[in-house]
């Protein structure tokens, strides 16, 4: 079993930035892909990114390209997401989840999932 716990999340205006954490216990961290999710009210969960086990290699959604990026630490068992430039149409509620894949995009290839943290972007 992994457990992971978000944080990070609040309020900002549009062009600020955020960055979120997922902290991780149980099973070995570094075994995992971490991806990062998103949902909005009224729509489907939506991947936003993902890390390889040993944080060499990530992938995004377009969306996010080039303000967004994942990193991780596998000696404190935390991935995070960094968010800049925000934008009003990134407000959702951000969740982290964990994968044996290798940096899918699939909410299926996932088992272990965060609570979530609210991300709220004002225009």
């Known amino acids: 079993q992994v457990q992971l716990v978000e944080s990070g999340g609040g309020l900002v205006q549009a062009g600020g930035s955020l960055r979120l954490s997922c902290a991780a216990s149980?099973?070995?961290?570094?075994?995992?892909?971490m991806g990062w999710f998103r949902q909005a009210p009224g729509k489907e969960r939506e991947f936003v990114g993902a890390?390889?086990?040993?944080?060499?290699?990530?992938r995004y959604v377009d969306s996010v390209k080039g303000r967004f990026t994942i990193s991780r630490d596998n000696a404190k068992n935390t991935v995070y997401l960094q968010m800049n430039n925000l934008k009003p149409e990134d407000t959702a509620f951000y969740y982290c989840?964990?994968?044996?894949?290798?940096?899918?995009?699939?909410?299926?290839?996932?088992?272990?999932w965060g609570q979530g943290t609210q991300v709220t972007v004002s225009s």
């Open positions: 890390i390889s086990w040993s944080g060499d290699s990530a």
């Open positions: 989840a964990a994968s044996v894949y290798w940096s899918s995009n699939r909410r299926v290839d996932y088992d272990y």
């Open positions: 149980g099973r070995t961290f570094s075994s995992y892909s």
